[in-house]
């Protein structure tokens, strides 16, 4: 398997644009998971889905950030208007069983807003 | 919620051993998991914990103690290539990292 799968690798944006943000989990994972990584905040969940639905999202931080799951292999986080607190390091996640807690990590995307 | 304490920074020595500890305050705790980083990488697992006692994996075992809230990584015959920042993570209902523990191995 080619491991869980993110795009684009580096984004560089104006604040107030919109940016999307793309994740393939890996096959027959049933969970997905979205990350915030930052030097002063460290690694923050976001938002995490099984079987494609949302179960938890109270770590996303505001309005402007939404993320979907429209079909097993694929997931999107949106932030609309950009700001330049957004930028980050923004990995995604899969895992076969949320309890054994093993997840697989993309490389992750690496979010600059001026 | 959860918290997890770990120290920041550990420096250790080719060839040494070295323990990076984790506490950890959390509800409906489930185990406790260990990730390393590379600068610029991703995070990967390395072990998880769900009982008491040490688990082994090659040069890495990881320890917990629920009735003292505490774990650790122990990193045996460290190399270069360990240097890397280490995570402790605690299931509850998500996963809560802690803050990380950055390893530098000296030559």
């Known amino acids: 398997d080619a491991g869980v799968i993110q795009s684009p690798r580096h984004e560089v944006t104006e604040m107030g644009q919109e940016v999307t943000l793309r994740c393939k989990p890996i096959?027959?994972?049933?969970?997905l998971f979205w990350y915030r990584q930052t030097m002063m905040r460290g690694l923050e969940l976001l938002i995490y889905f099984n079987n494609n639905v949302p179960i938890d999202d109270s770590g996303m931080p505001e309005d402007r950030f939404s993320a979907k799951m429209p079909n097993a292999s694929f997931s999107t986080l949106k932030i609309q208007p950009s700001e330049p607190r957004d930028s980050a390091v923004y990995f995604c996640?899969?895992?076969?069983?949320?309890?054994?807690?093993?997840?697989?990590f993309g490389p992750g995307t690496r979010l600059l807003v001026l | 919620g959860q918290s997890l304490e770990q120290p920041s920074e550990v420096t250790a020595v080719e060839g040494a051993i070295v323990q990076i500890n984790c506490t950890y305050q959390t509800s409906g705790f489930y185990g406790l998991s260990w990730y390393q980083q590379h600068d610029g990488g991703a995070p990967t697992f390395l072990s998880y914990n769900a009982l008491d006692g040490l688990e082994e994996t090659g040069r890495f075992s990881s320890f917990l103690s629920r009735s003292d809230s505490y774990g650790y990584l122990l990193l045996q015959e460290l190399q270069m290539k360990d240097s890397a920042s280490y995570f402790c993570a605690g299931s509850a209902r998500q996963l809560t990292f802690g803050s990380g523990t950055q390893l530098t191995v000296l030559p």
């Open positions: 996640a899969s895992s076969l069983d949320r309890v054994q807690e093993t997840q697989y």
């Open positions: 096959s027959g994972h049933d969970y």
